[in-house]
């Protein structure tokens, strides 16, 4: 991956991971990129600035008060020179400061100073990353069009095991590399994506879902924004954040899911049903808690869902692209390429749910990609990074 005269900031902050920034450096510096590093004091007890200083050829920053070596405002200097600013890792201290716009130190001031994109990669305890406060200040951060990647799940340095690492530099990297080399190639087109778990209520209370938690069709709908065109998503239930740029229609059935697409459907160039729709509802839903009744059973009697990817290939236009999911633990190519051809799609994205790494509430995705013309496996990846795939695949068919 080239990427030859960009000028990248480089954030790091006191955790552990520190040592992995320095790697990150390397491998970006061998890519041809310009890298300017900036660290925080705790993260000086870490690794010594001496190390970034050699690796990147640069000088680092971490007084903010420090005499330049030539004059200039240098947080305002390196604000502006940034093409991509990047902060790994990122403490849970550092994410709360700029989520609340704090500039005290050398980095948070310039951060706060630059109009580049932002990427964050997350580093920290396992408790510390799921904590309420650590979450809002991530989906704020998300809101601002601020970028994530990671953290992973494994053994911390504390002992504990759970997510916090910090992804690894080479993944950091290509993360990197996709963002300087944004394409513009979908300006112009209209694409609409389904995403996440439809609900079909027993009562009140209760319902019929899935555990799809729509992290796959929102990572289609961003990858799709990024490369220029205008994006509506129909989402259901998701854990997965909504996104700056993107239309957002919810939904709750499949019934309305159903309904929202038959409106919106028409008017889209390239349409990628990414959401678990569930197959069939109660016959009927109790106005009223079911109450348990000790000793009894209870009998559910289900009746099938309309089959909305199978009714927007009904009224496919000739010009439009139809894109299908296929979620399976048997058989999977098989059953991808029946209900390919039933539903009349023009490509469907088949995965094996019960692979690690694969499937519902993942960030990553193993997947066959299945066209009338063959089949494409895809290794284990991140979800943006297998959509943008998807995508350069659906622009190549709708070439032909």
């Known amino acids: 991956m080239d ?14 991971a520190a040592y992995k ?3 990150l450096v390397s491998r970006l510096r061998h890519m041809g990129a310009h890298v300017h590093v900036i660290m925080t004091k705790n993260a000086t007890e870490f690794i010594a600035p001496m190390t970034f200083q050699t690796l990147s050829n640069h000088p680092v920053s971490v007084d903010t008060f420090a005499a330049p070596e030539y004059w200039n405002v240098e947080h305002v200097a390196l604000a502006k020179l940034a093409d991509l600013f990047v902060v790994a890792p990122a403490t849970a201290n550092f994410l709360a400061k700029m989520a609340a716009g704090i500039a005290d130190d050398m980095l948070t001031t310039t951060v706060l100073a630059t109009k580049a994109p932002v990427l964050l990669a997350p580093a920290m305890n396992t408790g510390m990353w799921t904590a309420e406060a650590t979450r809002q200040n991530v989906e704020t951060l998300k809101k601002r069009g601020v970028l994530f990647i990671g953290p992973d799940s494994g053994m911390l340095a504390c002992g504990d095991e759970g997510a916090g690492r910090m992804s690894e530099p080479a993944e950091i990297a290509g993360r990197i590399g996709e963002i300087l080399q944004k394409k513009n190639d979908m300006a112009g087109l209209r694409v609409l994506v389904t995403a996440g778990a439809t609900r079909e209520r027993l009562d009140p209370v209760r319902f019929l879902s899935n555990d799809s938690s729509g992290k796959m069709g929102f990572a289609l709908a961003e990858a799709a924004r990024d490369r220029g065109a205008e994006v509506t998503v129909v989402k259901g239930n998701t854990t997965a954040e909504v996104t700056q740029r993107i239309r957002i229609i919810g939904i709750e059935s499949a019934e309305d899911l159903l309904k929202a697409m038959m409106e919106e459907a028409p008017k889209q160039d390239i349409i990628i049903q990414a959401a678990a729709v569930a197959d069939y509802r109660p016959a009927e839903t109790a106005r009223e808690k079911i109450k348990k009744k000790s000793g009894e059973p ?7 869902n309309p089959d909305v990817a199978k009714e927007i290939g009904r009224i496919k236009k000739e010009s439009q ?3 299908g999911f296929a ?9 991808a390429k029946e209900k390919m051809k039933k539903k009349n799609l023009d490509m469907i994205v088949a995965n094996d749910v019960t692979k690690p790494g694969a499937g519902f509430n993942t960030d990553t995705n193993i997947a066959t990609i299945i066209t ?3 089949m494409e496996e895809q290794p284990l990846q991140t979800k943006i990074q297998l959509a943008n795939t998807i995508l350069d695949r659906i622009l190549f068919l709708r070439k032909g």
């Open 321 to 323: 692209t139809l894109v």
């Open 298 to 304: 209870l009998v559910l009697r289900l009746e099938e």
């Open 21 to 23: 920034s320095a790697d």
């Open 3 to 16: 990427m030859t005269g960009k000028e990248i900031v480089l954030g790091v902050t006191g955790g552990i």
């Open 327 to 335: 979620a399976e633990t048997n058989q999977v190519t098989e059953h």
């Open 372 to 374: 009338k013309d063959g």
